[in-house]
C-alpha cells in the first residue's frame, strides 16, 4: 500500500520539477529520483511511503503504486522539459486517472490553503523498523541469507501473513548496510519491464544490484527473470504456501531443478492473534475496546535445510512451538489448526519433527 497523497502544492511542484530536467539516465531508479526531488523528498522516504505505507492522509489524490508506477514511466518516456505546462499536467493527471481540470479543480478546493500533503514529509526519526521489531526469528538467519550476493529468498505464508512486509523490511535493512556503496533496486514486474541484461548493462561495476518482485511471481517471463538474476544478484521473491516447504516446492516446481543451487532459503510466517492483555481472553469473547495485536511465528530454512524436510516429509518444523503455545494457552487450538492443518494434531508428525534442527522460533522443549 502506498501513504502517498499529493495536495495542490505538490502536483503543481511536480509540474515545474518535471519540466525543469529530465532523469539521469533510463533505469527505473533515476526516474523514481527524479520524481522524488520534484517532490522535495528523500528517493527512500518515496519508496517507502510507496511501497510500506499505510494510506492515512484525510485530503488530498492518493498516489497508488500503480499509479506511481505509470508516473515514472511516463517521465522515463517523455522529454518533459520541452512540453508545455498543460501537456505536462495532462500527463501528470493521467497517471492519477484524472482529469486535469477536474484534478486541479477539486486539489485547490480541498487543499488549496494547506500546503503540501502531510504524506510527504520526512518520516519522524524513531527507531527505525527492522525483522526484530517485526518480530521475525530467527532474523540473523534470515539476514545471512539475505546478505548473500546471490540466490533467491523467498518471504513465504499464507494470505495476510505478512510476508510482503517482511520482504520490504528486509530490503530496506539491506539498503542501510549498503548505504556505504551505491545501490541499484531493480523491480522487475512493474509495468515496463526491461530486459534485464540492458538494466545491468548499464550498471557500473561498482554499482550492488538488488532484485525485488513485489508481488508473487506468475508468468513464465518473470521466473525466467527471477533465475537469470539470481546467479549475479540477490533476489526477493514472496511465495504463497502454507509452510515453508510448500512454498519452496511450487517455486522449484517452477525454477526446474536448477532451483536447488539458486535458492537460498526460505522465511515462512503466520500471525496468529494474541490474547488480550487485559482479560486474558481471545476475539470474540474479549469485549475490551483494545487494538487487536497478533504476533509472528516464523522460521527460516535454508534450501539443504528444506530438501531434508522433504525427504523426511515433514513440512513445518514450527509444529513443536505452536504445541507449546496452545498448552500454554497462548495460542487457541484452532488458529493453530488453520495454519498447521491436520499435520498439527498427528502425534507422528510431532515426534518427528522433534528430531529436526532448530530452524524457527522453536521455544518448547519436547515434553509431549
Ligand atoms: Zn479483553
Avoid at 546478505?147 to 523467498?154: E, L, S, T
Avoid at 538474476?229 to 536448477?258: H, Q
Avoid at 527460516?300 to 514450527?318: D, K, Q
Wanted: aromatic share 6%; with cysteine.
Amino acid at each position: 500500500m502506498s501513504s502517498i497523497f499529493l495536495n495542490h502544492a505538490d502536483v503543481r511542484n511536480l509540474l515545474s520539477g518535471l519540466g525543469k530536467s529530465r532523469p539521469l539516465d533510463r533505469t527505473l531508479m533515476s526516474g523514481i529520483s527524479f520524481v522524488a526531488k520534484s517532490l522535495n523528498m528523500r528517493d527512500n522516504d518515496l519508496i517507502n511511503g510507496i511501497w510500506k505505507g499505510v494510506p492515512r492522509s484525510e485530503v488530498g489524490v492518493h498516489v497508488s503504486k500503480e499509479a506511481f508506477f505509470k508516473l515514472v514511466d511516463v517521465v522515463q518516456k517523455n522529454d518533459m522539459a520541452a512540453m508545455k505546462n498543460t501537456q505536462r499536467l495532462a500527463m501528470i493527471a493521467e497517471s492519477l486517472s484524472w482529469k486535469p481540470d477536474a484534478l486541479m479543480n477539486h486539489l485547490k478546493k480541498t487543499t488549496g490553503h494547506l500546503g503540501s500533503n502531510a504524506s510527504l514529509a520526512r518520516p519522524k526519526l524513531g527507531a527505525p523498523m527492522n525483522l526484530e521489531r517485526l518480530g521475525i526469528l530467527p532474523s540473523e538467519k534470515w539476514r545471512t541469507l539475505a546478505r548473500m550476493p546471490k540466490g533467491i529468498n523467498i518471504a513465504a505464508g499464507g494470505t495476510g501473513s505478512g510476508k510482503s512486509t517482511t520482504m520490504q523490511v528486509t530490503v530496506g535493512e539491506l539498503f542501510g548496510d549498503y548505504a556505504s556503496g551505491p545501490v541499484r533496486l531493480i523491480v522487475p514486474d512493474q509495468g515496463a519491464l526491461r530486459p534485464l541484461r540492458v538494466e545491468l548493462d548499464e550498471l557500473h561495476p561498482a554499482v550492488k544490484p538488488v532484485v525485488l518482485f513485489s508481488d508473487e511471481l506468475r508468468d513464465r517471463s518473470q521466473f525466467d527473470f527471477a533465475v537469470e538474476a539470481a546467479k549475479i544478484a540477490p533476489v526477493f521473491i514472496t511465495a504463497w504456501g502454507d509452510s515453508a516447504v510448500t512454498a519452496y516446492k511450487r517455486v522449484v516446481e517452477k525454477i526446474g531443478p536448477e532451483a536447488k543451487s539458486l535458492v537460498n532459503g526460505v522465511l515462512w510466517q503466520t500471525l496468529v492473534p494474541q490474547k488480550c492483555d487485559q482479560c486474558g481472553a481471545f476475539r470474540p469473547e474479549c469485549q475490551c475496546k483494545r487494538k487487536f495485536t497478533r504476533f509472528v511465528v516464523s522460521e527460516c530454512v535454508t534450501a539443504a535445510e528444506l530438501e531434508e524436510r522433504i525427504a523426511m516429509n515433514l513440512p513445518s518444523g514450527l509444529l513443536l512451538e505452536v504445541s507449546q503455545l496452545v498448552i500454554e494457552g497462548k495460542m487457541r487450538r484452532e488458529d493453530a489448526e488453520r495454519d498447521f492443518g491436520s499435520i498439527f494434531s498427528d502425534p507422528a508428525c510431532l515426534i518427528r519433527s522433534a528430531s529436526l534442527p532448530k530452524a524457527g522460533t522453536a521455544t518448547a522443549q519436547s515434553n509431549l
